[in-house]
């Protein structure tokens, strides 16, 4: 049997740079008689310095420009001179100054895992240009099982941290926190969670991190949470849930973590839910209407709760708290080529689905004035409205079990 060893401390773990590290070429050993002087090499390296980023501009507009190069451009432009590849060579530089000059573009991060081999990877959609890329192999040294990691964005720290997880020939749940950080480009392993656990609901409210129920050892649903303050790097328990249940769905409205357990086929039972109020810290029941027809994965907009409904030919539906009860969303149906198992997450007022090949779909979200019924089926006053988005063809043998929005 493998043990599961993960350092507590919050050392890096990855070199910054870029995401996959090539060879320099080979260099012929120059002559005597071809050698450059020294004083002619130093002179040729300080004129290059000195060159303008680009002729004709101010050195603060050249750059206002450059940092606007979608990333699957570096590799080409920083061929162009050496202050070009200064800038371009190194992600974390890079998106330090796009940070300094205020520049903000969405990007999605999707945890994937290779259906053959299981090899788990993340990719990144630039949600402005749509153009994909990779960031630095997450340091996961044990056979994980993608499904069992919680990943939760912390939008204002510009980080994404992944937690816990199930090593998959042993079910063994694990105690991991790491932590991605965009404008570095770097891993890096936090402290430990106080539980181990795994397949668990969470969320960020008021920029403290929440997480709550799962499967510990042999698969025993946990009834603990758990609160991390990424400030100080420190785990603190909260009030216990009261029930013990494993998440297949969580979400954050009005500053409460709601979490599911998640309908099965076949529906043999009602589905649980648990509701967190960090202010009084204290759990209570979920509506009724809300777990029952809670029934795929969600994303909040405007303080409203969307589920794409995989047992509802997955339609979208949209939460009603006044009558406890769920609408669906107006507008054509998801793409067919978009099949489960699927990941989602948002921006503004769209809807951003991964399914099976990391196929990619942006749901346009509407507000319409009124609403009607049909067929005494409830339908919403909003509408959605799809766009697909090309996706490579290596891309076929990946499934996604995560994803994540953030700001860089």
Known sequence: MRRVRVSSHQTPVQKLGDSQMKLTPKFRLATASTLPSPTLTSDIDQSSWETPLIPGLPDDAALNCLLRLPVEAHDACRLV????????????????????????????????????????QWKVLDLDCLTWHTIPAMPCRDRACPRGFGCIAIPSDGTLLVCGGLVSDMDCPLHLVLKYDVYKNRWTVMTRMLSARSFF??????????????????????????????????????????????SSDSAIMSGRLYVTEGCAWPFFSSPRGQVYDPKIDR????????????????????????VI??????????????????????????????????SVSCLDSKIVVVGRGLQVAIGHIKKQSGSGSSCNRRTSSYLICWQDVDVPRAFSDLTPSSSQILHA
């Open 283 to 306: 759990w209570e029941a979920m509506p009724v209407g809300m777990r029952e027809g809670w029934t795929g994965l969600s994303v909040v907009i405007d303080e409203r709760l969307f």
């Open 201 to 246: 609901g969470g969320g960020v409210i008021d920029g403290r991190v929440y997480v709550a129920g799962g499967y510990s050892t042999d698969q025993f649903e946990l009834n603990s949470a758990e609160v991390l303050d990424p400030t100080k790097g420190v785990w603190k328990p909260v009030a216990s849930m009261g029930i013990n249940m494993a």
């Open 81 to 120: 001179s050496r202050r070009w590849h200064h800038l371009l060579a190194d992600k974390a530089r890079f998106f330090t100054q796009r940070k300094a000059m205020g520049f903000r573009s969405p990007w999605l991060f999707t945890l994937a895992f290779h259906r053959c081999t299981g090899k788990i």
């Open 309 to 342: 409904s995989e047992y509802e030919r997955m339609k979208v539906k949209v939460y009603d708290a006044e009558m406890d009860s769920w609408d669906s969303v107006n507008g054509p149906p998801m793409p067919e080529r978009i099949m489960k198992p699927l």
